[in-house]
């Protein structure tokens, strides 16, 4: 088996990709969108850096099922390409990549989200009967339902 994990699921969005880019470069966007919003009505958001773009930081704390963690935007190639790296300190430690590759055809603009990270334990069990694949998955797929509802018009 690899050392990494990957994960990705795609969606076409009837938006230009500037207008889906803005939403996924500024971390302040991703309360409208991401799929893991609401696991924790009481969450702790801490924003630090820029405000949008290469350096962007958004740390938070929460329950069980959010966690702790931090993200940082390392790659910004506007408007077609955003790159998140993702740390977890609780309920496990984890780091990932996360990448948003946009690709505007006409009216429309194809969104893929990848996430690539070191196996941990669980995903070393989980992966070579899916399960990781179908939860993260799950979870991209919720997500990339609700970008593509902010992002239209």
Same mark, same amino acid.
């Given at each position: 088996?690899?050392d990494t994990?990957t994960?990705?699921? @795609?969606?076409?969005?009837a938006?230009?990709?500037a207008?889906?880019?803005?939403r996924?470069?500024?971390?302040? @966007?991703?309360?409208?969108w991401?799929?893991? &919003? !609401? ?5 702790? @958001?801490?924003?630090?850096g820029?405000e #949008?773009?290469?350096?962007? #930081? ?8 959010? !966690? ?6 390392? &790659? ?8 998140v @790296?993702?740390?977890? &300190?609780?309920?496990?430690?984890? /780091?990932?990549v996360s990448?948003f590759?946009?690709? &505007?055809d ?9 996430m690539?990270g #070191?196996?941990s334990?669980? /995903?070393?069990?989980?992966?070579p009967l899916?399960f ?10 919720? !997500? ?6 902010? /992002?239209?018009?």
């Amino acid at each position: 088996m690899a050392d990494t994990y990957t994960v990705t699921r @795609r969606t076409t969005i009837a938006a230009p990709a500037a207008h889906i880019h803005a939403r996924v470069v500024d971390l302040h @966007r991703w309360v409208d969108w991401s799929p893991w &919003e !609401g696991v924790d009505p009481d969450l702790t @958001r801490t924003y630090t850096g820029p405000e #949008q773009g290469v350096g962007a #930081q958004y740390a938070w704390s929460g329950n069980r099922k959010a !966690g702790v963690g931090r993200m940082e935007i390392i &790659e910004d190639t506007a408007p077609s390409h955003v790159a998140v @790296r993702v740390d977890f &300190e609780k309920p496990m430690k984890s /780091s990932s990549v996360s990448t948003f590759d946009i690709a &505007e055809d006409g009216d429309s603009s194809e969104v893929t989200w990848t996430m690539t990270g #070191q196996h941990s334990l669980f /995903s070393r069990v989980a992966a070579p009967l899916g399960f990781f694949d179908k939860l993260l998955g799950k979870d991209f797929a919720k !997500g990339l339902a609700a970008l593509k509802t902010v /992002s239209k018009g």
